[in-house]
């Protein structure tokens, strides 16, 4: 399988939030971020998501997930890579993630722990942050001009 990798929009919606609801990820949002989203297809099912928040020069990288079945081909980290290349042409510099389950995968791309007491007042103000994300989540950043 080629993967094919490709903006989502609002006919992507119930399938993302899907996707979301059956890995015990945030979904509650995506309908205001849907266009900021990637999808990577198997023919017409998408099998993975991931997407960006957009804060000013800052960006959260959100809910990056494969579908069961689907996992260990790299297609999460061809997920990843696309969206930071997405982060950089939009001129952002950092990404923020919240993440409880995947901080030694981050870790791997470059990401680092940062207490939440640190992140910038766009990522403190944002839903993954004041609701949608527990407060036992790690926080990590990325610097986008490595």
Known sequence: MTPIIADLDVQH?????SLLLDNSLP??????????????????KIIGIGGLEFLNKKGMLRSVVVREGFR???????IVEHLHEKARMN?????????????????????QSVLRADLPEEI???QQFLFLCPASAQAMHFNLAN
């Open 13 to 17: 919606l119930v399938s993302v939030q």
């Open 91 to 111: 001129e952002l510099q950092k990404l923020y993630l919240f993440t409880e389950t995947a901080q030694g995968y981050f870790e791997k791309f470059g990401y």
């Open 124 to 126: 403190k103000s944002t």
């Open 27 to 44: 979904f509650e949002d995506i309908a205001e971020h849907i266009d900021h989203f990637v999808g990577v297809f198997d023919r017409r």
């Open 72 to 78: 260990g081909r790299g297609l999460a980290g061809l």
